[in-house]
């Protein structure tokens, strides 16, 4: 069986009944879903800096507490997503929860916050992973742009490939990036207690620019802002559980776990490194750029073989960590389609049991903001955390409103919670009640500190993105208005009039011949339609020829079986169009015999070859593309002439590899 490209790229069609074998474990969970989460420690704590850099070495002793506060919050979401997925074991993201708990309009908002927000992610992951590039190889800085545009379309290849093989995939420098870069900032911890707080650098850092502005507390509530983009990837587990082989609630809590207390100390560990070797964030449009995570390692251990290890695997999972997006975003669009505020297509899981429109949209909306905004990782931060807190908040405040409703025994106990006592449910009312309070205050401090350095974009987009939502749903609720209406009415016995056949012929020729017999068969009322001038005003008119060829290949045979003569009609189009000249028959026809059904055979030459569209005017296409919309009450069918012999067992093959014959 030869390979397609598809088939090359992609990989083979996968079976509906293989999708349990292809499910996450907490191995494969955590480069699939904690990319994100891992990643954001390279520009989370970057972004706080870039922020400080203005009070100099000042603003060094503010990003221990600045981290503090953010672990602090980073608990408060753990505790409260591990809530959410015993709660919706069944994919409990933010917009299920805020739809159930809170209504439609909140899990609108919820889905719109998280589709600007994964999308975002996508961009301004694979940003800060060309950044680390060109902090290593400062050559490469003009390419910025180019470089982010080459990853995204690696990222996407893969993920169309499915879940697990990217899991498998991103494994290696997943964890080759905590391995080394954990060791480093373990290393810079020993060297900075060792030396009594004074460690000295094995590559000293740039100097820190002279202070410009003054720590006030408006500034720090700038840096707590950009800092909490370190937080942003925390909700991937609890919107992808159904990724997770059985028993889901299990692995999805070993991932989610995994991720944050990674995430953590890798926090916590560049904050103690960064202030006691004195690193601080440069600004990224400028030549000679080094991100804050390159300084660090050059500090701690110098420019050797194993810096570029360590630079390597932070490119690598920066990059990547826009992988999480593409898990999530094309599950979340496959939930908000099956509710009818998407196109169903985003409903619909492709060849790798993957919903390949969702992860094709994604990447789309990447390369755009890519594209508008340079690659660079400082015009996009500002746009960041919005969406992401939004969607933190909305979710929390539904599982609040979720465990008051048992309490208050309007909603039945969980499955996960069935056992537990009315004080364990307060409990976790109090545990989500204070994260929606919680990341509800980060979120009203991310909104004033960012909103006129970008954040006002965001704002914007979000309704926008709700009014498209309803815009949809409105489509689907008319459709259904339509088609639905009656629909217990019995069908209609009493009249079996066969339809009034138009065939349109250019020639009498093989294609023609099969088209009239097929026509023939539906009924003995039957029109061939040849339209002239279609090639233009000096193109030979070959009417004699064909009035000839019908009386002997048509009308002869069909007395002889006792069959009416089907009709010939020549009518002339002065534009060199089918469409006109076939609807006014149509309509002629209608006129004529009211009530009876028409139909339309088109005959149609099929070419398998790809140059083969290119060699035919390919009339009939965009003919039945019109009949189709333009033609009331008219059933339109093709009669193919195919250039190639039919190869129905290779298309089986490719369609559904297993059942091909050994």
Known sequence: MSLSLRGLLVGRPVANREAEGRKLNVLTGLPAMGLDGLGSAAYGPEAALTILAVTGSAGLGAIGPI???????????????????????????????????????????????????YMLNVAVGISAGVGALTSAIPVLHAATLWLCLGILAAVTLMNLRGTRESGVA??????????????????????????GGQPHPVVRPPEIGKATGALTLWLLLRAFASGCTAMTGVEAVSNGV???RDPKVRHAHGTLAAI???????????????????????????????????????????????????????????????????????????????????????????????????????????????????GITDRLIPLFAVGAFLSFTLSQAGMAAHWWAALSGRRKPDEGSSQHSTGLDRAKL??????????????????AAKFLEGA????????????????????????????????HRRIDLRRHTPPVVLVPIKRWDRLARKALEYALRLSPDVTALHVMA???????????????????CVEEPARQSGLPPPRLE??????????????????????????????????????????????????????????LRDAPNVVVSSVPWQLQAARPEQAIAEEEPSRAPA
């Open 534 to 552: 279609l090639e233009g005003p000096d193109a030979e008119d070959h009417q004699q020829t064909l009035r000839t060829e019908w009386q002997e």
């Open 67 to 117: 981290t503090w506060v953010i672990l602090v919050l980073l608990a408060i979401l753990f505790f409260s997503y591990w809530q959410t997925i015993a709660a919706y074991p069944n994919n409990g993201g933010s917009y299920i929860v805020a739809k159930d708990n809170l209504g439609i309009h909140a899990g609108l908002l919820a889905a719109a916050a998280l589709m600007v927000d």
């Open 430 to 447: 109090v545990i989500n009640g204070l994260g929606a309070v919680a990341t509800g205050l980060a979120l009203a401090v991310i909104l």
């Open 242 to 244: 159904n990724a997770f």
């Open 260 to 374: 944050v207390i990674i995430l953590g100390l890798l926090l916590l560990g560049i904050a103690h490194v960064a202030q006691a070797y004195g690193v601080m964030a440069m600004d990224q449009t400028k030549e000679g750029y080094q991100s804050v995570l390159s300084q660090i390692v050059g500090a701690v251990y110098g420019r050797g073989w194993f810096y570029f290890v360590t630079i390597g695997s932070i490119l690598a999972v920066l990059c990547l960590s826009a992988n999480t997006s593409f898990v999530d975003f094309p599950r979340l669009c496959h939930l908000v389609a099956e509710d009818g505020f998407l196109p169903r297509p985003f409903a619909v899981p492709g060849r790798r049991l993957v919903y390949s429109v969702g992860i094709l949209f994604l990447a789309g909306g990447a390369a755009g903001l890519l594209t508008a905004f340079g």
């Open 456 to 487: 006002w974009l965001t704002v914007l987009v979000v309704p926008c993105t709700i009014a498209l939502l309803r815009a949809v749903r409105r489509y689907y609720d008319g459709i259904d208005r339509q088609i639905l209406r009656d629909r």
């Open 570 to 627: 020549f009518v002339r189009s002065e534009f060199r169009s089918m469409t006109a000249p076939l609807l006014r028959t149509i309509q002629d026809v209608q006129r004529r015999s009211p009530g009876r059904p028409v139909t339309v055979i088109l005959p149609e030459l099929v070419d398998g070859r790809w140059w083969g569209y290119l060699m035919h005017v390919n009339r009939e296409r965009r003919l039945r593309a019109r009949l």
């Open 170 to 195: 991103w494994a290696v420098p997943t964890y080759l990036f905590v391995a080394s870069l954990g060791g480093v900032l373990a290393w810079g911890v020993y060297e900075v207690m060792a030396s």
